[in-house]
């Protein structure tokens, strides 16, 4: 009886686990970029690749505010086990590295080692989503600048702006 009751103790509380954690399962078609909308607030993990293709994280797969992207024919389950959106980490901007990138259409973006960061010449609202991925937005000029670090340390850069524009950054 007691094995019983302990068993259906743990059932419990994988249930409780499971309850809290978000899964979503998101596919690049064509080998084109494709958004899947999820909480991305704090530790999102690829749980299961789905695709012959390489999923790797900042290069074939990322995050952004609200999403989980991939890119490059990724195919992959997605989980944030986080217990709550409200437990992500504050914005850190110690973890950002001296950098320095141009953007489509002309936005620059600078940020001195350990922030803050610049669009434009404009200091940015920085937010930190996990240790891997961060966000600077220019309210005045509606742009948002995606940090993804790299499992090699390398920052990429990339934007989302008025109008629907967005692009990749080239770091210099």
């Not at 141009?102 to 350990?114: F, L, N, Q, W, Y």
């Not at 960061?117 to 930190?128: C, F, H, Q």
């Amino acid at each position: 009886m007691r094995i019983v009751v302990l068993g259906t103790g743990l059932l419990s509380l994988l249930a409780i686990a499971q309850a809290h954690a978000e899964r979503v399962t998101c596919e690049s078609k064509g080998k084109q970029r494709t958004e899947c909308e999820m909480n991305t607030q704090g530790e999102v993990h690829l749980v299961q690749k789905l695709s012959k293709t390489a999923c790797t994280e900042g290069v074939s797969w990322g995050l952004s505010k609200h999403a989980v992207w991939v890119d490059g024919g990724c195919r992959a389950v997605f989980e944030n086990a986080s217990a709550s959106a409200a437990s992500a980490p504050a914005a850190s901007p110690g973890a950002i590295p001296l950098l320095n990138a141009e953007c489509p259409t002309g936005i620059s973006v600078h940020a001195d080692e350990g922030g803050p960061v610049y669009i434009n010449g404009k200091e940015a609202a920085l937010k930190r989503f996990n240790a891997n991925y961060f966000e600077a937005r220019d309210a005045g000029s509606g742009t948002t600048v995606s940090l993804t670090r790299r499992p090699d340390g390398t920052m990429d850069v990339s934007y989302t702006g008025k109008g629907g524009a967005n692009g990749v950054c080239a770091v210099k």
